[in-house]
């Protein structure tokens, strides 16, 4: 496959628009055929209802080359059955899994050439999603759909070498304790934008933050899942029904636990712990793993012995490990690699 004319060393996170996108349209009690389409543009109504009371929600993985050559995609099964969950709390239609499943083959088909070689770090990132067309004005679903998944091009997470983050404990709550917190809705990012222009102002590349309920316990940050390391070496991971279930935090505690023979816990961890953690990483599919070398919390700051300036030596292998499995340099567990070609 020929490849397209980019600057693929030059990639950051951001959108470039590539030739095919998969269009799927919800009406009278059903989803239609869907389609690929070139056209980017959406037209709805004025008054839809992801306009006026933001019904919407979406996904994000990637497609990349494995070491094979092969086009491959990470656990999309896992994207498909989360977006399942968004929709049915945003009382929005279910777009049925294994028509999720070979609408994310279409696009990386149809944009194979937007897909960077193997070993590059860069990926072809898809982004699912789908929103509320028909108008409302009083509150209520809307009755017609768009399901879209676009794809562009993005570069290594890290190119310029990774280095450890430091995070501001938000004086802003990202998700109510039975609020909406747990599925990948577009509102727990309209809200977020807030508390992160704020934390950026101050210095700080991320927020951490804490259940709304008692400001005690670790939630997690705008977009990844925390993983902590103690002086053990077991991993603990926060559990709140408010967080998002990372996909790549639950493949990290896998691949501790059966890759590297680590003992992994999952359960509630309060702010107050974390000075007794040696390593702290933010999970998520854009990094896999980031390191975080300080967490500042008012006048308070907590230093992991990992330091500011290389990943804890855990951190360091579970995205050595993982990242290898992606790119089949060493073997997956059974379903985790889906090929697309
Ligand atoms: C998407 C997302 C993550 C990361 O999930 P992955 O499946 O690992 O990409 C973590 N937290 C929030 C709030 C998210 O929206």
Request: aromatic share 10%.
């Amino acid at each position: 496959m020929e490849k397209a004319e980019i600057n693929w060393n030059a990639l950051g996170f951001g959108y470039i628009k590539t030739p095919y996108r998969f269009v799927a349209k919800y009406k009278d009690g059903a989803w239609d055929e869907g389609a690929l389409t070139t056209d980017e543009k959406v037209v709805i109504n004025e008054s839809a209802g992801v306009l006026q009371y933001a019904q919407t929600c979406f996904e994000g993985l990637k497609a990349y080359t494995a070491r094979n050559g092969a086009i491959v995609c990470f656990r999309p099964d896992l994207n498909a059955s989360r977006m399942k969950d968004s929709a049915l709390r945003l009382e929005m239609p279910v777009f049925p899994e294994d028509r999720f499943l070979s609408a994310v083959k279409e696009v990386v088909k149809a944009n194979a050439a937007y897909v960077p070689q193997y070993g590059s770090g860069a990926a072809l990132y898809l982004r699912p999603y789908m929103f509320a067309t028909s108008p409302v004005i009083g509150v209520k679903p809307s009755t017609e759909y768009e399901f879209r998944i676009f794809a562009t091009p993005v570069g290594p997470y890290f190119s310029g070498g990774v280095k450890p983050l430091t995070l501001k404990v938000s004086e802003f709550d990202r998700a109510a304790p039975r609020g909406t917190g747990n599925v990948k809705a577009g509102l727990n990012y309209a809200m977020s934008l807030h508390a992160i222009a704020t934390a950026h102002a101050e210095g700080f590349n991320e927020n951490l933050y804490l259940d709304p309920a008692t400001r005690t316990k670790v939630e997690e940050t705008g977009g990844a899942n925390f993983l902590f390391v103690d002086k053990n070496g077991t991993v603990i991971t926060p559990a709140s029904n408010s967080i998002l279930p990372s996909i790549t935090r639950r493949s990290l505690c896998y691949v501790a636990e059966k890759y590297l023979g680590k003992k992994v816990e999952h359960r509630e961890v309060y702010f107050s712990e974390l000075k007794n953690f040696t390593e702290c990483g933010l999970c998520g599919t854009a990094a896999v793993i980031a390191p975080v070398g300080k967490i500042v919390n008012g006048n308070e700051a907590i230093l992991f012995p990992s330091g500011m300036d290389e990943p804890g030596k855990t951190t360091k292998e579970l995205r050595e490990v993982l990242t290898a499995i992606q790119t089949g340099d060493i073997n997956a567990p059974e379903g985790w690699i889906y090929t697309i070609d």
